[in-house]
């Protein structure tokens, strides 16, 4: 940039030296041949009109080596500016991201911190799933707690949200093995639920039945009276001893009539995220 500044300077004071020399020439020219006139001959206005276009020219050519030059310094900057702008740009990905990570994170404390400050009579054992075969991924998968700390085969195992996972299995020290809702591969445990929102009184079934697709199971032995939507919530009625009441099981998908042609049969989703399992809750009845 140095260079080219020396070089714009030195353009402009060979040409306005060219210009003076024209001008003093013109100038002589001039002072010859008007006197006292007070008019403009031709020839003068010629000569002045020549004179006004050399330095046009000449001085035309360093004003765009100047402004070339000026230009320069404007990318100069603007490049910098960039560079500041894309820096503080990634700045702020970077923190959105983490703010969005604090969220979530925030978001499951909450739900955990609701859950084990409302028990309904019973007592939530946290635990880490440490275990899940490709094979068996709908059918069961290993948690890092056991014996040791309280569990028992057949609790209820459930997310932060409340929503039922499945049953302990298996037992052993410090882990055991969890049966899934989806499990087709074991002998199938009914699972006494209702569904919320039909009537004064909710309509039971029994969860006994898994579908071809390990995505849905099947609440079976609902009477044909009642005017069963789709969505509506299916919880467990904490009948039979096995799962206390309130486990939310999924939501209603569809409806078709039982096998015996006198009940319904609701197809239920499970509302748990059976395929994103990390962090579960073995649920212990108080007393038992």
């Known amino acids: 940039?140095?260079?080219?500044?020396?070089?714009?300077?030195?353009?402009?004071?060979?040409?306005?030296?060219?210009?003076?020399?024209?001008?003093?020439?013109?100038?002589?020219?001039?002072?010859?041949?008007?006197?006292?006139?007070?008019?403009?001959?031709?020839?003068?206005r010629v000569i002045g009109d020549a004179v006004?276009?050399?330095?046009?020219?000449?001085?035309?050519?360093?004003?765009?080596?100047?402004?070339?030059?000026?230009?320069l310094r404007d990318l100069q900057n603007v490049y910098e500016e960039n560079a500041v702008l894309k820096a503080s740009l990634h700045n702020y990905f970077a923190l959105q991201a983490q703010v969005n990570d604090l969220e979530t994170e925030n978001?499951?404390?909450?739900?955990?911190?609701?859950?084990?400050q409302s028990p309904r009579g019973k007592t939530l054992i946290p635990a880490n799933v440490v275990d899940r075969q490709p094979d068996l991924w709908h059918d069961i998968l290993t948690i890092d707690v056991g014996s040791a700390q309280?569990?028992?085969?057949?609790?209820?195992?459930?997310?932060?949200?409340?929503?039922?996972?499945?049953?302990?299995?298996?037992?052993?020290?410090?882990?055991?093995?969890?049966?899934?809702?989806?499990d087709t591969s074991r002998q199938p445990v009914g699972i006494s639920a209702l569904i919320?929102?039909?009537?004064?009184?909710?309509?039971?079934?029994?969860?006994?039945?898994?579908?071809?697709?390990?995505?849905?199971v099947q609440m079976t032995s609902i009477g044909m009276d009642y005017d069963i939507k789709p969505g509506l919530t299916v919880e467990t009625s904490g009948y039979g001893?096995?799962?206390?009441?309130?486990?939310i099981v999924g939501t209603v998908s569809s409806v078709m009539r039982g096998e015996d042609g006198m009940t319904k049969t609701a197809i239920v989703r499970p509302l748990?995220?059976?395929?994103?399992?990390?962090?579960?809750f073995v649920v212990r009845r108080n007393g038992g």
């Not at 035309?60 to 402004?67: L, T, Y």
């Not at 978001?107 to 084990?116: C, T, Y």
Request: hydrophobic content about 45%.
């Open 196 to 216: 919320l929102g039909v009537g004064p009184t909710p309509p039971l079934g029994i969860i006994n039945k898994v579908s071809p697709d390990q995505r849905t």
């Open 107 to 116: 978001e499951r404390l909450r739900k955990i911190a609701g859950l084990m």
């Open 1 to 44: 940039m140095k260079g080219g500044s020396r070089l714009y300077h030195k353009v402009v004071r060979r040409r306005m030296a060219a210009a003076g020399g024209l001008l003093v020439v013109a100038a002589g020219l001039f002072v010859a041949t008007a006197g006292e006139r007070t008019s403009v001959t031709w020839p003068e």
């Open 150 to 182: 309280g569990v028992q085969k057949d609790m209820a195992v459930v997310t932060a949200d409340n929503a039922l996972v499945g049953r302990v299995w298996a037992v052993h020290d410090h882990s055991a093995v969890v049966q899934l809702l989806t």
């Open 272 to 280: 748990a995220n059976l395929d994103n399992l990390q962090e579960v």
């Open 52 to 71: 006004a276009a050399v330095q046009g020219w000449l001085y035309r050519p360093a004003g765009a080596i100047g402004e070339f030059f000026g230009n």
């Open 241 to 247: 001893g096995l799962f206390p009441k309130g486990l």
